[in-house]
């Protein structure tokens, strides 16, 4: 019966042509991406069904790939993002770009197969409750949501060809500490992401769960030889992994471990002899893949089987294996002083010193999952907010490298204002403040992972991270200081400064996350 099971095959149209392929139990993701070749889909939840990035229309409705047997699409039509019309889809990559709605471009692919189909049946485009309905079925970490409804309100205006993506390059590149492109093919997914560019004879590799790597023909081949198991949310609740040092206090702060949560996996590859793909290819992740041990295992996997090898994380993999930021526990007083508690973490005391050299900081071992200084303003950001918080007002927050960012909460609103020296790029800067602002935003009051007192993550699923859903985030206004001088990163301040004001606005609770908002 397996034998039978093995040789049959499935037969379905993608993007307007035939295709055959075996069926071996693969998903319709897998099938597409490694089958076909067709790489506008992303995986980004391996699949777990619930980050969207996989989308694609089967007869004209939306599916998430990931957990869609190949199977059932047998006698059917399926469009990705690179199959819509292509007016459609310029007018996409167009629009996204104009408002800056993608920035590494990963989860963007999926977002327009989604908003395509629903533009095409939407009676009135200026409503937005379709929208952020339709928004609920996806995740994206780097945007904050609004520049991606912005870039639904216009839609098919004209792009403007003067502007410099160049310069545009240049200050995503700042923002995101890592070279990033910007433009209309990256936002419809054409980044160059490494997993995107591997060569379709390359073996691929999976962590085993002992410590090794499990290596397969195909990913299904490879997770079914590692014995992959579906990870799950926790009902256990998540708790602060310190406590606050003894002393007098104006203000206390215990956070949680929180999950980065890029929606791109870790990934690369590497042909016998040669150089890795980079795992930074379009953006790196805010800080959270610069230490990531794939490069060095695709090389060493590529000689020994002398084959090029794709070396994969699935989401499990990168919650328990991926860094994090070390949790903190302190006290301050207003005049700048205090104690501050923090997972011990290589140069972790010195981010903190930078910004609050009256903080004593000791570091301490704690059981968890890897941790590191890299990590968008790692330290030096939960010491702006204590010390905040103990003085009772936020001032202008400086970043170690000049950018400077204001934040205020008005009327529900989160109000911003940004000095980085030269904007080089006013849209991408923008962007970037609106979605540092949007991950502060989530930091303070919702995101949180839950670990088990011998240090194992127990919330696995990407939905479980507290990631706040377009609907969830507030409106954020965005005010850019075009004062002339060397362009340095801004949105790290704002996710400083955003953090604080929202923290101040809820009254200063010591836990995050505090599961508040901003009423």
Not at 228 to 253: C, E, F, M, Y
Not at 477 to 487: L, M
Request: charged share 20%; net charge negative; glycine share 12%.
């Amino acid at each position: 019966m397996s034998d039978l099971v093995a040789r049959a095959r499935l037969a379905f149209t993608v993007d307007g042509v035939e295709v055959e392929v075996e069926d071996d139990g693969a998903s319709l993701l897998e099938v597409l991406r490694d089958r076909v070749g067709h790489r506008g889909p992303k995986d980004g939840c391996s699949p777990q069904g619930q980050c969207g990035c996989c989308t694609v229309l089967v007869d004209g409705a939306a599916r998430v790939a990931c957990v869609t047997p190949a199977k059932r699409v047998v006698g059917r039509t399926v469009t990705t993002v690179d199959g819509l019309d292509p007016e459609v889809c310029a007018q996409w990559g167009d629009a996204l770009c104009a408002s800056g709605g993608s920035q590494c471009g990963f989860c963007t692919p999926g977002i327009v197969v989604r908003l395509a189909a629903l533009r095409e049946k939407s009676s009135d485009v200026n409503d937005h409750g379709p929208v952020g309905r339709a928004l609920q079925a996806h995740l994206c970490r780097c945007t904050g949501w609004q520049t991606v409804v912005e870039a639904w309100d216009h839609l098919g205006e004209a792009a403007d060809r003067s502007r410099d993506l160049a310069a545009a390059s240049d200050r995503a590149s700042i923002e995101g500490r890592s070279p990033q492109r910007v433009g209309p093919d990256v936002a419809l997914g054409r980044g160059g992401f490494a997993d995107d560019v591997a060569p379709a004879n390359a073996l691929v590799a999976v962590p085993d769960g002992a410590g090794g790597w499990s290596v397969g023909e195909t990913l299904t081949e490879a997770r079914l030889r590692a014995g992959k198991v579906q990870g799950r949310r926790t009902t256990a609740p998540s708790i602060p992994p310190l406590a606050v040092p003894d002393g007098n206090w104006h203000a206390t702060l215990r956070t949680s471990w929180v999950e980065p949560a890029y929606l791109e996996t870790d990934a690369t590859w590497c042909a016998p002899g040669g150089e890795p793909a980079t795992l930074l290819a379009n953006g790196g992740a805010f800080g959270a893949k610069h230490t990531s041990p794939l490069a060095r295992v695709a090389r060493e996997l590529a000689d020994v089987h002398g084959r090029p090898v794709r070396v994969l994380w699935s989401r499990e993999d990168s919650v328990r294996l991926g860094a994090k930021r070390p949790p903190v526990a302190g006290g301050a007083r207003a005049d700048g002083t205090g104690a501050l508690q923090v997972v011990r973490t290589p140069g972790i005391a010195a981010a903190i010193g930078s910004v609050a050299p009256g903080l004593a900081v000791v570091e301490v071992d704690a059981p968890g999952p890897p941790t590191s200084a890299d990590l968008r303003a790692a330290g030096w950001a939960e010491a702006t907010v204590l010390l905040a918080g103990a003085r009772g007002h936020l001032a202008p927050v400086r970043g170690p490298e000049g950018g400077e960012a204001e934040a205020e909460v008005v009327d529900g609103r989160l109000r911003i204002r940004v000095a980085a020296g030269d904007p080089l790029d006013e849209v991408v800067l923008r962007s970037y403040a609106i979605g540092a602002a949007h991950m502060a935003y989530g930091w303070v009051t919702s995101e949180a992972l839950t670990v088990d007192q011998e240090g194992a993550v127990q919330d696995l699923t990407i939905r479980s991270f507290g990631v706040p859903r377009a609907i969830d985030t507030p409106p954020i206004d965005v005010e850019i200081d075009t004062t002339p001088g060397v362009p340095v990163n801004g949105s790290d301040a704002v996710f400083a400064a955003v953090a604080a004001a929202v923290w101040l606005h809820q009254g200063c609770p010591t836990d995050w996350p505090t599961r508040g908002d901003l009423r």
